[in-house]
């Protein structure tokens, strides 16, 4: 079985038609109601009426049926495929409330530790995980079709409003209510350029930069912002934006005496104080998490720390790749660990010049 590691590698399993997946992933399209493999060769959806599934129990629980085409149900069985079958329909039985480990691991007949290691060996994220995706898809799907966010909290089985407010922004990239819009009346203008390490995508609103994207395939870029922006008018503003975009290609080449421009990102307080201090590092230099954490007091520790990091919609203008591990590697990066590399190099070679 293939691992799996973030969302992005699920869309792109999707996209690519990678065969490897089929049997590890399953997708819905919200729109038709049916589910594939991703190897399946139907029409590719649009990103924001995709949700995940990791056997057919739980995507066919969820309100869709299988595709006739791709026949998902047909896949092969294995040991560690019905391990994660079983752990799933445990998770969606128990989806409106938090699952102990114990009963889990007494439900299934293993110990709680190793059961949570072969799952996420598996699939790439812990059972914790699978089951708060799970609600969170839920949730998502209830904004979509409910009138309000107080009966979409309760159907998708939190407790209280007070928990997805406070995490809103880094689960949804915005707060409940400006999801339901999908970003409805908004304006928002980008541009897309090549540099050294591949392309880079700009996006601002009338307040400010909101998402810069890096990768090597354009129209990537476009369907990730579009994803995020489902509802927002798109305007590609090449023109209008090459002040703005040779900013950032010369932050990109290890640049950083350079203009500040403003920024327009929806971001907790405390992803506000990790954003600060970030841009504390000086150019060339790294921090570790725990040394942002030990900087921020010590009361959310190099996790959160790096949660944040890893929910920056604005690369290099708030410069997380300045942040490693406490052995010396480098850590995560959206973008990919060779850009991270690449960045911090030039950096260093533009601050011995100066």
Same mark, same amino acid.
Not at 91 to 103: A, R, T
Not at 119 to 145: P, V, W
Not at 239 to 267: F, K, Q, T, Y
């Given at each position: ?11 792109? &399993? ?50 869709? !049926? &299988? ?39 007494? =439900? ?80 928002? !203008? ?32 476009? !369907?990730?912002? =579009? ?5 927002? =008018? ?58 942002? &954490? ?13 949660? &944040? ?46």
């Amino acid at each position: 079985m293939t691992q799996i590691s973030n969302p992005a590698e699920l869309w792109d &399993a999707v996209v690519a038609r990678n065969r490897k997946f089929d049997g590890a992933l399953y997708y819905g399209v919200s729109t038709t109601s049916i589910y594939c493999r991703p190897s399946c060769p139907s029409r590719r959806p649009k990103p924001e009426n995709v949700q995940f599934f990791f056997d057919p129990e739980s995507a066919e629980r969820a309100g869709f !049926r &299988a595709c006739l085409r791709c026949k998902p149900r047909e896949l092969r069985s294995s040991g560690k495929l019905e391990l994660v079958r079983n752990v799933c329909r445990a998770v969606e039985k128990n989806v409106d409330s938090p699952l102990p480990m114990k009963q889990l691991g007494a =439900e299934l007949k293993m110990n709680p530790g190793t059961l949570d290691r072969a799952f996420k060996h598996s699939t790439g994220i812990t059972i914790k995980q699978y089951a708060e995706a799970r609600r969170l898809s839920l949730f998502k799907t209830a904004l979509r079709f409910r009138r309000d966010v107080t009966s979409a909290i309760y159907e998708a089985g939190y407790n209280s409003s007070s928990r997805v407010y406070e995490h809103s922004n880094e689960r949804l990239g915005m707060t409940p209510a400006a999801y339901v819009k999908g970003g409805f009346g908004m304006r928002i !203008r980008y541009a897309i350029a090549p540099y050294s390490a591949g392309r880079a995508l700009l996006a601002v609103t009338e307040k400010g930069i909101c998402g810069v994207k890096l990768g090597n395939d354009p129209a990537r870029l476009v !369907r990730e912002l =579009e994803g995020e922006y489902p509802k927002a =008018e798109l305007v590609h503003s090449g023109g209008e934006l090459r002040e703005w975009m040779s900013n950032l290609l010369r932050r990109l080449e290890g640049e950083v005496e350079l203009p500040e421009l403003p920024i327009d990102v929806r971001a907790t307080a405390f992803q506000r104080r990790v954003y600060e201090e970030l841009k504390r590092i000086p150019a060339g230099e790294t921090r570790t998490y725990s040394q942002i &954490a030990k900087n921020l007091g010590g009361e959310s520790g190099r996790r959160a720390v790096a949660r &944040a990091c890893a929910t920056n919609n604005v690369a290099v203008f708030i410069p997380c790749h300045r942040v490693v591990r406490s052995d010396g590697g480098m850590g995560g990066y959206r973008w990919g660990l060779d850009r991270k590399e690449n960045l911090l190099a030039r950096e260093r070679e533009k601050s011995e010049k100066n």
